[in-house]
T-cell receptor
Framework: DGGITQSPKYLFRKEGQNVTLSCEQN?????MYWYRQDPGQGLRLIYY???????QKGDIAEGYSVSREKKESFPLTVTSAQKNPTAFYLC??????????????FGEGSRLTVL | QQPVQSPQAVILREGEDAVINCSSS?????VHWYRQKHGEAPVFLMI???GGEQKGHDKISASFNEKKQQSSLYLTASQLSYSGTYFC?????????????WGLGTSLAVNP
């Protein structure tokens, strides 16, 4: 079955450590996205990529980094520069650019807790 | 820029109807609706493009009034499975691009 796989589902890290969240899709989608979700908040866009080897900052990119070396993969690194990294992180993909061709397909999410 | 969803929360008995509204202060290209259950990924419901269209999915339908920059989601004869948080995403113009901004969500609980 096609879909998006995020790992790990739960992650605990000490303050000051970088962590990398994995996102893999086998839907052959061009565009991939990382969102952050905090309690009572809507989704906020961290980074997105419309094509391999290219990505753009979203609304809250500070303290995060990404890469897009393969079409299927879009890992997110939460660096020590991110002041409040504890959150639920969602990866998504779509056939085309944001909203242009339809729905976003979301992964199950990764919950990061910084101790 | 963030769309405003109302109500913030609603509690229904199984079989009752509900309406969730999503309003924006900006001109919209489209409105997206998703449902998210606790701890799970959001699930796509529908997209409405400008032009005042209506769409339906089982007993869930929605309308989009482009002039009012408002969309409404209608849940008819609610089922227990409808429980969750409903998010609207409003796609608006941002220079030469379009941008998707999400509302804070409406929590819906359907009780037996």
């Amino acid at each position: 079955d096609g879909g998006i796989t995020q790992s790990p589902k739960y992650l605990f890290r000490k303050e000051g450590q970088n962590v990398t969240l994995s996102c893999e899709q086998n839907l052959n989608h061009d565009a991939m996205y990382w969102y952050r979700q905090d309690p009572g908040q809507g989704l906020r866009l961290i980074y997105y990529s419309q094509i391999v080897n290219d990505f753009q900052k979203g609304d809250i990119a500070e303290g995060y980094s990404v890469s897009r070396e393969k079409k299927e993969s879009f890992p997110l690194t939460v660096t020590s520069a991110q002041k409040n990294p504890t959150a639920f992180y969602l990866c998504a993909s779509s056939i085309g650019n944001l909203g242009r061709t339809g729905e976003l397909f979301f992964g199950e999410g990764s919950r990061l807790t910084v101790l | 820029q963030q769309p405003v969803q109302s109500p913030q929360a609603v509690i229904l008995r199984e079989g009752e109807d509900a309406v969730i509204n999503c309003s924006s202060s900006k001109a919209l290209y489209s409105v997206h609706w998703y449902r998210q259950k606790h701890g799970e990924a959001p699930v796509f419901l529908m997209i409405l493009l400008k032009g005042g269209e209506q769409k339906g999915h089982d007993k869930i339908s929605a309308s989009f009034n482009e002039k009012k920059q408002q969309s409404s989601l209608y849940l008819t004869a609610s089922q227990l499975s409808y429980s969750g948080t409903y998010f609207c995403g409003t796609e608006m113009y941002a220079g030469n691009n379009r941008k998707l901004i999400w509302g804070l969500g409406t929590s819906l609980a359907v009780n037996p």
